[in-house]
């Protein structure tokens, strides 16, 4: 997609091999400190992620960010993003496969529907995986099994 501007950070083990498909419409920053990462993050139309992971924190900073996510609809992914197919309070768009060809139908797809997924939908929908909403939830959960207080 040669009229799509892409950005790249991170330093991880496909730096290499996305060195050697880079051309003029994608710009590789490497690692960046948080400070950068979440100022991108904030301004990224969209935010891609196509790794299969068992829960994958990334996404859900992108929706907290207010920035929705076009992931690989597999994994914690599933999880963590709302299809935009699934819901009326969507943050994002799945990929199907982990082909091109997929990333290229979730695109167009985003591009056709984007008006439907909202900041505050995603905000929302990160808030769910908060540390206090695991602490409280937690603590409620062992209360409930026993006679437990937990500090």
Known sequence: MPNKKLII?????QMQKFKKLANENITLKGHLPRVEVIKYMSRAK???F?????????PIEAQ???TP???????????TVVD????????????????SSSLIQAVIEFEKNKSLIKPEYCLKNAKKFSVQ???QEFKALIEKKGNYEIL
């Open 133 to 135: 909403r695991f602490k």
């Open 46 to 48: 969209v935010f891609v």
């Open 84 to 99: 935009i197919n699934d819901s009326k309070t969507p943050t994002g768009v799945f990929v199907k496969e982990q082909k």
């Open 64 to 66: 907290a960010c207010g």
């Open 50 to 58: 196509m790794p299969k992971e068992d829960f994958g924190i990334v």
């Open 69 to 79: 996510v076009i992931a690989y609809g597999r994994g914690g992914a599933a999880e």
């Open 9 to 13: 950070i991170g330093d991880g083990s």
